[in-house]
């Protein structure tokens, strides 16, 4: 097999992440660059090892239906095989369907090919006619469809119904443009393949088709770094200005505390705490790229506030860890989360939300964001802090073609396309003036 082969890559890269429990973008990241792939190979091996990972569960229900075998008692190298080929097959218009099949049989080891290539072949016959038996139950029938774990199929029917989670998983699948935010500290121009957004991210960010080679080299030179359009719009909620001292609480890897810095003009002072020393480098890094000079990085608890800062700062951002539902498109992993993993998360976030209040100045703001779609980790954890803070008051903002806030809190749906958005929730509180 040949090291540069993108289905070869794609299939032993699926067995690594599986064994190890590595993130598919770090695995993703080091195995292109390893191999020396054109930039073509390079987007078809990406495409390959995300999408088998994003369609698991769907993939392995068909290969079910035409395998002598359940997938989960194949090899890895086989069921990856066979992720793969399907993948190509089912959603890859750009690939015709005996060219996938041969491709993949010829990317496998020499002991599987005769396997994989009778269930690829066998369901390329039957392809037309075909139709994958689902699940009666909603929560079931929603997790192979859309390829989510039963618990996060549960959650998002329970905060919106299972049409509006059926929608909401829908957004996730493909692929879509990649979000910049504009350094305007240095104003570069544009990469060829990007385009300037427009509405509330006018002049501060632009929508890239790929991540192209001139946009790495943008992205190395400080122009611009990838950063969500709903987390930009986090940032803009907070509202920093020039000369304002900020508390950005769980800051790693930065984007938040830069886009700030950005907001700020690179005048006035940012505290960017995370709990994690290994992230911080990414924080401090990144700033030097992009020139920004006003970052205070410390590694704290973000439920153990530093008191020297207490009722100091005019903004404060509280983006707290979450169970992360609302960026499954860009972290497949999130996809096949146990209730088990994030089940205390809102105990977690009253203490963070509690604790960053501390920082807020009289007449402060303070955000609370997540970037989950879970009612009990956002709806639920503002409505407790607004009951247990008198001190603090709902603060609502209005987001140009989006829409308003109520009661100080908008959830914003994610999106793809060609201006595609995570899912995302924002609460604002004001402290009231003594």
Known sequence: MKT???????????QRIEKSGKYSNLEVDAAA????????????????VYGALERKISLDAVAADFSRRPPEKLDPECR?????GLY????????????????????????????VNGVLRSFLREKDGYELALPEDETENLSVRFSVSPD????????YGADRAAEILSSFSGEGAVCLRLNTLKNAALPENARPADGPLSGIAAFADTVSPEVRRGIAAGNWFV???????CSEILGALPGETVADICAAPGGKSFSSALRMKN???????????NKLSLIKDGAEKLGITTIRVSRRDGRDPDPDLFGKCERVLCDAPCSGIGVIGKKPEIRYKKEEEFGRLPEIQRELLDASASYAAPGGVLVYST??????????????????????????????GIGKSENGTATLFPRGGDTPRDGFFIARFRRRNK
Do not use: W
């Not at 409505?383 to 140009?400: G, K, L, T, V």
């Open 4 to 14: 540069s082969d993108p289905r070869a890559l794609a299939i032993k890269s699926l």
């Open 267 to 277: 005048e006035g002072e940012i505290n960017s705490f995370d709990l994690h020393e």
């Open 152 to 159: 996060i199929a549960g959650v998002l029917i329970g905060s």
């Open 33 to 48: 660059e390893a191999s020396g792939m054109t930039e073509v190979d390079r987007r078809l091996y990406s495409r390959l």
């Open 88 to 115: 190509q097959i089912l959603y890859s218009d750009r690939i015709p369907d005996h060219a996938a099949v041969n491709a993949t049989v010829g990317a496998v080891g020499e002991r599987y090919r005769g396997y």
């Open 371 to 400: 970037c989950t779609l879970n009612k009990k980790e956002n709806e639920e954890v503002a409505s407790s802090f607004a009951a247990s803070r008198p001190d603090f008051e709902p603060y609502d903002f209005d987001i140009p």
């Open 227 to 233: 950063q969500d359009a709903s987390s930009i719009l």
């Open 80 to 84: 990856a095989a066979i992720r793969v």
